[in-house]
């Protein structure tokens, strides 16, 4: 059964089982998933999910980052969650299901330090959550059956969170019964115009996820066989699948390279599948500017994409995605996207305030912007990413670019200068240069640290309670 084979692979995976740069990356994760969250700060849904988990307290819980409050693990997890998620600017994973594994962070680091886990055994609970989420990603599809990617985030936090509280297989396995059998996600989350709970939809499913394994770890049951039952994961939700062996599994054929490293790191904080589209726009703008003047912009004609088909399902189908009326939306469309880049030279934070999603300029541009399927681009995805981007003039004149691989790619990946760069840019304003730069030394020698919740202790905003 597969949540025994889970619960085998969890308790026996060790820190010697991960080769250096797996756990190098791990610790490049750590990073950016924290620069995103302090990025995200003051948004209303993070500011929501923190006041809730501060009306709780629990001297023996977690920190809520940024601040010296202890929530319970669950309530942080969630709150901490929603940070990382939010600007939609952490790693991304894309197979027959999406996912940003690195929504997994923030239950496994609550859990950590609930308990002074050390560093090493934080790092080999991410790469566990990586692998489990990922290899579940390439097993089967959840969008086209109606559900959200994450409805597999409940079962690889568990397993993490298992990992991190020393758990038995027995009380593993049951961790993984509990989450899989009460949080199954509706993809309602991602159609149409986007709500605050895109960003709070997988810190949730982690927050469940660890909740499972603390109820495991009291000696709840749960449900089985989860996954194979009469009424289980794959009869209701899944469909059939085979999951493919996983790294350094013991008992069965070497998997290959751990799947943490088949990820992917953003550049822009915008939808993984418009990673490529703001490339060729930044791209097609230099051109146009050199070749017709200052004026160019003011000129253009139409503007076409091309891409594939599950990105263009995804950001470039529903009618919401040419006016979008919340950031969420807007970072989700690939009209807006080419559009502000093209307008604009960049793609920041900035981006999506308000002022900008509300400008006519911008939304005249947005109008003229049409996707469009590509018959040579099936069946490169998620291998390679194509989008090819013409822009028409009013004069008839056509500019065209194509990007496979987005900066930040494992074929085209981003440098550890350029992932502090990213860190130093979104913590900016929260926490000062020598804390900041404190806190990236502390990430980069993690596997020395004998408690993670020295982590929480760095990232203490002044002023903060």
């Not at 027959?96 to 609930?114: C, F, Q, T, V, W």
């Not at 987005?406 to 440098?415: A, E, S």
């Amino acid at each position: 059964m597969l949540a025994d084979r889970l619960a085998r692979y969890s308790r026996l995976l060790c820190y010697e089982d991960l080769p250096g740069e797996v756990v190098h990356e791990v610790k490049r994760r750590i990073a950016d998933s924290l620069g995103c969250a302090f990025g995200a700060w003051n948004a209303p849904p993070c500011r929501i999910a923190r006041d809730l988990a501060r009306s709780v307290a629990d001297a023996h819980g977690a920190t809520l980052w940024g601040t010296k409050h202890k929530a319970p693990p669950d309530l942080a997890a969630f709150a901490n969650g929603a940070l990382v998620r939010y600007l939609d600017f952490n790693d991304t994973y894309l197979s027959k299901e999406p996912a940003h594994p690195s929504d997994n962070i923030a239950a496994i680091l609550a859990a950590g330090e609930a308990v002074g886990a050390s560093g090493q055994r934080v790092i080999q609970a991410i790469a566990l959550a990586y692998e489990v989420q990922c290899r579940l990603c390439d097993a089967a599809a959840l969008r086209p059956r109606g559900w959200d990617h994450v409805t597999y985030g409940p079962i690889s936090s568990a397993l993490a969170v298992a990992k991190v509280l020393k758990f038995t297989e027995g009380q593993t396995r049951q961790a993984v019964n509990l989450a899989g059998v009460a949080n199954i996600a509706l993809r309602q989350t991602r159609v149409g115009d986007l709500s605050m709970w895109k960003a709070c939809a997988f810190s949730n499913a982690a927050r469940n996820g660890l909740f499972a394994a603390l109820l495991a770890r009291r000696g709840m049951t749960g449900p089985s066989p989860i996954f194979e039952g009469e009424k289980g994961f794959m009869k209701l939700v899944s469909g059939p699948f085979e999951l493919a062996p996983l790294a350094g599994e013991k008992g069965l054929e070497r998997a290959g390279l751990f799947k943490i490293l088949d990820t992917y790191i953003k550049h822009y904080p915008v939808e993984y599948h418009a990673q490529t589209a703001v490339e060729a726009a930044l791209t097609l703008r230099e051109e146009l500017l050199k070749s017709e003047g200052s004026e160019a912009l003011t000129k253009i004609a139409a503007v076409t994409i091309d891409s594939y088909d599950v990105a263009i399902e995804i950001i470039g189908r529903d009618p919401e995605k040419w006016r979008p009326q919340t950031r969420e939306t807007a970072d989700h469309s690939f009209p807006y996207c080419v559009a502000v880049a093209l307008l604009d030279g960049t793609v920041t934070l900035r981006s999506f305030e308000p002022r900008r999603l509300n400008d006519p300029a911008l939304l005249e541009l947005i109008q003229k912007v049409r996707v469009s399927p590509r018959q040579d681009f099936v069946g490169l995805y998620p291998e390679a990413m194509p989008t090819r981007l013409t822009v028409r003039t009013a004069s008839d004149r056509d500019y065209e670019a194509q990007v496979d691989h987005p900066l930040g790619h494992p074929k085209n990946p981003m440098t550890d200068r350029q992932v502090e760069e990213k860190f130093l840019s979104l913590v900016k304003g929260k926490l000062d240069k020598n804390q900041a730069r404190s806190l990236l030394d502390l990430i980069w020698n993690l596997e020395r640290v004998k408690d993670i919740g020295i982590l929480s202790r760095h990232m203490s905003m002044k002023g903060a309670a």
